[in-house]
């Protein structure tokens, strides 16, 4: 059910948002890295006992840290920003330039597109 040159080219096209994304992702997690050090931790958490509860979460091992920082926020922001994009690019867009009239002009039925471009997604 899946059209193969059709999958392909959605690859190439997407290619190079998802490597800016993900170059992204690798230089916000090595500056969350190196942010964790004992110090910066110890201020950190003297500075919040004075509130009820502790605003970054609990941040006293560095699992902790990335956890509530890199994956409980950056990674599912960004990974939400590619998904609107790439969405909005395979079906919306080309029906505005008008690509989806050529895709559906081929032997390719539009079930085909659409659970290609769905598998895509997924993937």
């Given at each position: 059910m899946?059209s193969?040159p059709?999958?392909?080219q959605?690859?190439?096209s997407n290619?190079?948002l998802?490597?800016?994304i993900t170059?992204v992702?690798?230089?916000?997690?090595?500056?969350?890295?190196?942010?964790f050090?004992?110090s910066?931790m110890?201020?950190?958490n003297?500075?919040?006992?004075n509130?009820p509860?502790p605003?970054?979460?609990d941040i006293?091992t560095?699992?902790n840290f990335?956890?509530?920082q890199?994956?409980?926020?950056?990674a599912?922001?960004?990974?939400?920003i590619?998904?609107?994009?790439?969405g909005?690019?395979?079906?919306a867009?080309q029906?505005g330039?008008?690509?989806m009239a050529?895709?559906?002009?081929?032997?390719?039925?539009?079930t085909?597109?659409?659970?290609t471009?769905?598998?895509?997604?997924?993937?």
């Amino acid at each position: 059910m899946i059209s193969n040159p059709l999958l392909k080219q959605t690859i190439k096209s997407n290619i190079k948002l998802f490597l800016i994304i993900t170059a992204v992702l690798c230089g916000l997690l090595s500056i969350v890295m190196t942010v964790f050090t004992p110090s910066t931790m110890e201020s950190i958490n003297s500075s919040s006992q004075n509130l009820p509860f502790p605003p970054l979460g609990d941040i006293s091992t560095l699992i902790n840290f990335l956890s509530n920082q890199y994956f409980g926020m950056f990674a599912l922001i960004f990974s939400m920003i590619y998904l609107i994009i790439v969405g909005n690019r395979l079906i919306a867009s080309q029906v505005g330039k008008g690509n989806m009239a050529y895709n559906l002009s081929t032997p390719v039925t539009r079930t085909q597109v659409t659970i290609t471009y769905a598998s895509f997604l997924a993937g």
